[in-house]
């Protein structure tokens, strides 16, 4: 019922910067937490950041001080900045929400990814 689409991945040298952005949109009644999500090839998917509805922002002990996780609630969209990146981050960033339906049902929607490559 809430599809999330990612935007803003491509190909950023170490030490550079990108802005993830993450729009959701269909049927719902209220997006809960929002959260940001990465998985590279033969590794689990791992958390970077989630953000609540209020704005509390909780990251990965390694990512803290170098991603940046923000929502504007009257877009319905979250962010992730990325700053001083690395090639260990390199993967795929996808999108998460966790939202009530239109019948207040607890539900998660994941977005489809978008690929981040840091190189050189």
């Known amino acids: 019922q809430v599809q999330l689409v990612e935007s803003g991945g491509g190909l950023v040298q170490p030490g550079g910067s990108l802005r993830l952005s993450c729009a959701a949109s269909?049927?719902?009644?209220?997006?809960?937490?929002m959260g940001w999500y990465r998985q590279a090839p033969g590794k689990q998917r791992d958390l970077v950041a989630t953000?609540?509805?209020?704005?509390?922002?909780n990251y990965a002990d390694s990512l803290e001080g170098r991603f940046t996780i923000s929502r504007d609630n009257a877009k319905k969209m979250a962010f992730l900045q990325m700053n001083s990146l690395k090639p260990e981050d390199t993967a795929v960033y996808y999108c998460?929400?966790?939202?009530?339906?239109?019948?207040?049902?607890?539900?998660?929607?994941w977005g489809q990814g978008t690929q981040v490559t840091v190189s050189s």
């Open positions: 953000v609540t509805r209020g704005g509390n922002t």
């Open positions: 998460n929400a966790d939202y009530l339906d239109t019948g207040s049902r607890k539900k998660v929607s």
């Open positions: 269909g049927r719902y009644f209220r997006l809960n937490d």
